[in-house]
């Protein structure tokens, strides 16, 4: 079968105050056509991927909180993930924040396995359990990877003030944003250079995760390169 390598664009239309993308076709990482399309029929907007005969390969619905400007992704379901569906269904979601101008999207990464693989885009654990965060910095810490000594250096001194803290949760949380973002980071910087799952931090439960409007002005260079030279569509953040 001939692949089309052609960029391909994306349109949207709107419905109830809110932009959402006409059906599209992707590659996704195996090179294989992907159809992409919202599904209206239930209480949630529900962002489907569908192979050439029109198999789902997975799912992510999502919620328009108007309000609030936030999106609240409720449930991240992709089949064949090795051939990079999901990749494709989060690329999307992210579109949907990024056309509506909205600040924020949210996601309860139940699963720990979605946790680097959310971090690589960019999104942010959210968590203030400090004994959660200084899990995951002490793995770093304890890491034998090469060229990671900035990361070392962060979770060192976030560890001692994390302890000190103990169980107590202060007003000002700042502490646990900064551990949170420095162990996604890490997470980030592991599942960009395509590092084995065996080097990741080990976190026995999920989290939620968040990624805002900032986060598109750090990340937008990897994620405009993943749009338009991994999945061939003419978009950009």
């Known amino acids: 079968m001939k692949i089309d390598f052609s960029k391909r664009t994306i349109s949207f239309y709107e419905k109830n105050g809110v932009k959402l993308f006409n059906k599209f076709n992707a590659l996704n990482t195996r090179m294989k056509p992907v159809d992409m399309h919202i599904d209206e029929s239930d209480k949630f907007f529900a962002i489907m991927a569908d192979d050439a005969e029109g198999k789902n390969l997975g799912t992510f619905e999502i919620i328009f909180n108007k309000p609030a400007s936030t999106i609240e992704g409720k449930q991240l379901i992709s089949y064949r993930e090795q051939e990079g569906n999901g990749q494709l269904l989060t690329l999307a979601a992210l579109m949907e924040l990024a056309q509506n101008r909205m600040n924020k999207l949210t996601y309860f990464a139940g699963d720990t396995k979605n946790i680097p693989f959310l971090a690589k885009f960019g999104f942010i654990l959210e968590n203030d359990d400090s004994r959660y965060i200084m899990n995951g910095l002490k793995q770093i810490i304890k890491s ?55 080097y990741y931090p080990y976190l026995e439960v999920g989290s939620d995760m968040k990624f805002t409007d900032w986060e598109f002005v750090t990340n937008r260079n990897y994620l405009n390169k993943m749009v338009e030279n991994t999945h061939y569509l003419d978009y950009k953040f």
């Open 144 to 198: 034998k990877l090469p060229n990671i000594e900035e990361f070392k250096y962060k979770s060192r001194y976030l560890h001692s003030r994390l302890d000190m803290l103990g169980d107590v949760v202060p007003d000002d949380k700042s502490l646990f944003y900064t551990g949170c973002k420095v162990l996604s980071d890490y997470f980030k910087f592991l599942a960009r250079h395509k590092f084995p799952e065996k």
